[in-house]
């Protein structure tokens, strides 16, 4: 015979728990899966319709081609081996350029939210840079830095650099301020409050910067790969028009997109980590 006290759980309790975790888990996947089903919904009818619109013959293959050009001409590129080549340095201009920027953004953004000096000293001047057009950057820095790999690279660090700086200096502008004095109360001043109390309650709107980051890092790659470059998705897109290949323009344009989204539904996945972490 066995004896339970008020807190203690019992075989049948702990067999219900587990049950309902079960349950809660399957809705989550069912939920999970639903929602890929509904994203990948438009996609299919615009391939239905691309697919429908070059069978009617309503444009030129020069126009628009078929997708099963396209898709011969991504398993003609990967057979040559370049389309791997074309992406893998594309993919690591962007994370290069995105790492550096969205650090700066970050540093910066909180120096600059957290310091009114700052504010009104860096501000006026950062509010004027980020006005500038990307394809501004590109004779500059060819100047600079010549046409090798870093003048592609620090053009997409400025292209990530100023949308996580501007959610973390605004977040960090609306930081609760009784949050800030319970913390100073209790002896956190500085760099301790920065990462103890500031950056954890941005933790949302840091992510958000970062996502819109990494986007315009993958917007700012085309301008990038307009310095010269040989390889690349930039390169390939521009290439093909100069060659009049429509269907490797169409391949190029669908890999970015598709590559943008699957680092930033990777983002995503890092995002709902941190959040139920840190917020």
């Known amino acids: 015979m066995s004896v339970t006290g008020p807190h203690t759980t019992t075989a049948g309790e702990e067999a219900i728990a587990t049950r309902d975790l079960t349950r809660a888990a399957a809705g989550r996947r069912a939920g999970a899966n639903r929602r890929i089903l509904l994203g990948l919904l438009v996609p299919a009818v615009l391939l239905a319709l691309w697919q429908a619109t070059t069978?009617?013959?309503?444009f030129s293959p020069v126009q628009l081609p078929a997708p099963s050009a396209v898709l011969a001409?991504?398993?003609?590129l990967a057979q040559r081996g370049t389309l791997w080549t074309h992406i893998g340095i594309s993919t690591q201009r962007v994370l290069l350029g995105f790492g550096i920027g969205a650090a700066l953004g970050l540093a910066?953004?909180?120096?600059?939210g957290l310091s009114?000096?700052?504010d009104a000293l860096l501000g006026p001047t950062i509010g004027a840079v980020r006005a500038v057009p990307?394809?501004?950057?590109v004779p500059l820095l060819i100047l600079w830095l010549k046409i090798?790999?870093?003048s592609k690279v620090v053009l997409i660090a400025i292209g990530a650099f100023f949308?996580?700086?501007?959610?973390?200096?605004?977040?960090?502008?609306h930081v609760d301020k009784n949050l800030v004095e319970a913390a100073r109360a209790f002896g956190l001043n500085g760099l301790r409050?920065?990462?103890t109390v500031q950056l954890p309650a941005v933790v949302p709107a840091i992510f958000s910067g970062l996502r819109l980051a990494l986007a315009q890092a993958w917007l700012f790659l085309v301008a990038a790969e307009l310095i010269a470059s040989s390889m690349g998705l930039g390169f390939l897109l521009t290439d093909s028009q100069n060659n009049g290949r429509t269907d490797r323009l169409f391949l190029a344009i669908i890999l970015l997109a598709v590559i943008g989204k699957t680092t930033d539904a990777l983002l995503g996945i890092a995002e709902r980590k941190a959040v139920a972490r840190w917020a």
Not at 108 to 112: E, P
Not at 134 to 137: I, K, R, T
Not at 163 to 173: G, S
């Open 55 to 58: 069978a009617a013959g309503l």
């Open 73 to 76: 001409a991504g398993v003609d």
């Open 108 to 112: 910066v953004g909180a120096l600059v």
């Open 116 to 118: 009114r000096a700052a």
């Open 134 to 137: 990307s394809l501004a950057w």
């Open 148 to 150: 090798g790999e870093d």
């Open 163 to 173: 949308p996580i700086f501007t959610t973390v200096y605004l977040a960090l502008r």
């Open 193 to 195: 409050l920065l990462t």
